[in-house]
C-alpha cells in the first residue's frame, strides 16, 4: 500500500451535476497530480498541486479544478459533468517538485460514473 | 498526438516464459522512463524505472532496455508468473514540464 487514501471509492452522478473528490497523500509527501483514467486507457494528467499552488495543467476544461490544503491533502472539483467524465480518478503524491517528483505514489481511485 | 505509444495491448505467455512490453516516445526532453504495475481495482504502482543514460536496469525477474537513439524502451519480464497477470504502463516523465505521461497499457495474462 503506497499510503495515498481517495474518497470515495465509488460514485455515481448525473450529467451537469457537480462532483468533489478527494486525496490524502503520503506522509512526507508534499506534491499531488491527479489523472483521469479511461477504460482500457492510460492515465491521463489532469493537474498538479505543490504547496497549494497549481503547478501545471493537462488538456482539461477550466470545469476541472482543484485545492490543496496546508496538511497537503487535495480535491479535485468537476463542474457541469459530462458523460465522457465517467472514469477512474487517480490521485498520486511524490515528495517533490523537481528531481524527486518522478515518482508517484497512487491511491486506489474514485470510479465516477456520469449518467 | 499520443507521445508515448505501447505495444502489445494485450499478451498471453505461459508460466515460466518471458513477457515483452515496448514502448516508444517523441518528446527528447523526457528524462525519466517508470513502469507501473495495475491489478484490478487498484491505482498503478510503481514497479522499476531507468533514465537515459543507462542501457539496461533490471531488478530481479524485471529487466528494463533502453535504446536512446531509437527513442524505445522495453520491459522484460524473465520467468513470469500467475501473479505477474496484471496491466502495465509505460511512462515518460518530464522534470521541466513536472509530469508523467503514460502509455495505454499492456494487459498481461500469464497461463499456470
Known amino acids: 500500500e503506497t499510503g495515498v487514501t481517495q474518497s470515495p471509492t465509488h460514485l455515481i452522478k448525473t450529467r451537469g451535476q457537480q462532483v468533489t473528490l478527494r486525496c490524502s497523500s503520503q506522509?512526507?509527501?508534499?506534491?499531488v497530480s491527479w489523472y483521469q483514467q479511461a477504460l482500457g486507457q492510460g492515465p491521463q494528467f489532469i493537474f498538479q498541486?505543490?504547496?497549494?499552488?497549481?503547478?501545471g495543467r493537462g488538456n482539461f476544461p477550466p470545469r476541472f479544478s482543484g485545492l490543496q490544503f496546508p496538511n497537503y491533502s487535495s480535491e479535485l472539483n468537476v463542474n457541469a459533468l459530462e458523460l465522457d467524465d465517467s472514469a477512474l480518478y487517480l490521485c498520486?503524491?511524490?515528495?517533490?517538485?523537481?528531481?524527486?517528483?518522478?515518482?508517484?505514489?497512487f491511491g486506489s481511485g474514485t470510479q465516477l460514473s456520469v449518467l | 498526438q499520443q507521445q508515448v505509444k505501447q505495444s502489445p495491448q494485450s499478451l498471453i505467455v505461459q508460466k515460466g516464459g518471458i513477457s515483452i512490453i515496448n514502448c516508444a516516445y517523441e518528446?527528447?526532453?523526457?528524462?525519466?522512463f517508470p513502469w507501473y504495475q495495475q491489478f484490478p481495482g487498484k491505482g498503478p504502482a510503481l514497479l522499476i524505472a531507468?533514465?537515459?543514460?543507462?542501457s539496461e536496469k533490471k531488478e530481479g525477474r524485471f529487466t528494463i532496455s533502453f535504446n536512446k537513439s531509437a527513442k524505445q524502451f522495453s520491459l522484460h519480464i524473465m520467468d513470469s508468473q500467475p501473479g505477474d497477470s496484471a496491466t502495465y504502463f509505460c511512462?515518460?516523465?518530464?522534470?521541466?514540464?513536472?509530469?508523467?505521461?503514460f502509455g495505454d497499457g499492456t494487459t498481461l495474462t500469464v497461463k499456470p
Open positions: 511512462a515518460a516523465y518530464n522534470t521541466n514540464a513536472g509530469k508523467s505521461t
Open positions: 498541486y505543490y504547496r497549494e499552488e497549481e503547478n
Open positions: 498520486a503524491s511524490s515528495l517533490g517538485v523537481t528531481a524527486t517528483n518522478e515518482k508517484l505514489f
Open positions: 506522509s512526507g509527501h508534499n506534491t
Open positions: 518528446n527528447t526532453a523526457f528524462d525519466y
Open positions: 531507468i533514465r537515459p543514460d543507462v
